[in-house]
DNA sequence: AGCGTGACGAGTA
DNA sequence: ATACTCGCCACGC
């Protein structure tokens, strides 16, 4: 097979059946093991295909599917509208969490991103 | 076809 | 910690 499957190919026929890239994505949110996250671009990286702003998009679309709390932002921000549901979930997992400094009071805490963030085991390494 | 916008990221002030 | 710029790619107007 030599096809091109790009991410926007739309699937008009079979709309149970996600695109290839946004399964793609899935898979790897999937991989994430409890009390860790990774980063958008983290994703985007690992699969070497689209960016973290494509991976954000399959996420806001298709993530209710997956552990959508373990895809994060790479500055530890909860995601805006399901920060308490995704708190929670922090909090039953033991992610690592960063309490909002005096300045910052008032906000939510932040995911401590030197010690939640995962690799995926490095398996983006060594393909260039 | 241009332009704004988005569950982004990194850099700079 | 905040605000702003650029780069990035897909979408919708």
Redesign the pocket.
Known sequence: MSEES???DDRPEHSDALPEYAERVLEVAELIPPGRVM???DVAEWLQE?????V??V??LY??AVP?WR?V???GVL??GHELRALDRYRVEGTPLKEA?R??EG?LPRLDMRRARWDGGGRAEGHT
């Open positions: 790009l991410p926007h980063t958008y671009g689209g960016g973290p702003r494509q954000g998009r996420m806001a993530g209710g959508w895809v932002r790479s500055d995601l805006p400094s300045a910052a906000h």
